[in-house]
């Protein structure tokens, strides 16, 4: 009696070789192409984990309080610019540094605000008598329509000044939606300060203009 092809162990042995075959050939092409489109950026259905790449492109990273953030440019104007409009105080603008964030953050700083700029700018108050003054609660405008409220830096450097004693520090500006930032030539920074007397003549309300070169 004749024996059935599917009794033949041979046949069987052949069928799984073939199969075995393909399963591989099946895995080494699936393995070429993913590798191929993750080359090329080229789309299909699969999905392909492009890593972000702003990293690549920071040039450093400015740290405020407790964070660091990522920037990809940087710009410094050192101004030294005195003011003298009100007796109780000496005020002097020695820097603006501004830099472009690598991306938008949603917190930034003490206030937790979300942007992708953030403005230093670096000043010393000198006090003649007793005052309190508060350029980080103060305002920033600039020439290409940007406006934002001042926050404090690391340095707690504004409020109550005896007289006499200097003080150094950063008001630190968040801007959003900042495509460059040697866009901002000009600023406008206005803020508060007080003696101790009662009269108005001891109050003061700074609006400084600078030219940013």
Not at 4 to 10: D, I, P
Not at 24 to 34: E, P, R
Not at 144 to 159: C, H, K, R
Request: contains cysteine.
């Amino acid at each position: 009696m004749k024996r059935v092809w599917y009794h033949n162990k041979v046949y069987w042995v052949s069928i799984v070789a073939v199969l075995a075959v393909l399963i591989v050939l099946a895995d080494v092409a699936t393995y070429h192409g993913i590798h191929r489109l993750q080359a090329t950026g080229e789309s299909t259905g699969l999905v392909v984990d492009h890593h972000d790449d702003h990293a690549a492109k920071a040039k450093g990273k400015i740290k405020l309080t407790y964070d660091s953030y990522q920037y990809t440019g940087q710009k410094t104007y050192h101004l030294n610019r005195d003011v003298n409009s009100w007796d109780h105080a000496n005020i002097k603008i020695n820097s603006v540094t501004i830099y472009k964030l690598a991306k938008d953050y949603q917190r930034i700083g003490l206030d937790g605000k979300s942007g992708n700029c953030v403005m230093l700018i670096n000043m010393t108050i000198k006090a003649n008598q007793d005052i309190s003054i508060y350029p980080t609660q103060g305002t920033v405008s600039t020439n290409n329509g940007l406006q934002a409220n001042a926050m404090m830096g690391d340095q707690d450097f504004d409020g109550d000044i005896d007289n006499g004693i200097s003080k150094t520090g950063d008001v630190v500006v968040v801007f959003n939606h900042v495509k460059n930032i040697n866009d901002i030539k000009k600023l406008r920074f206005k803020f508060e300060a007080f003696g101790k007397s009662d009269d108005d003549v001891s109050n003061k309300q700074y609006d400084l203009h600078l030219n940013l070169k």
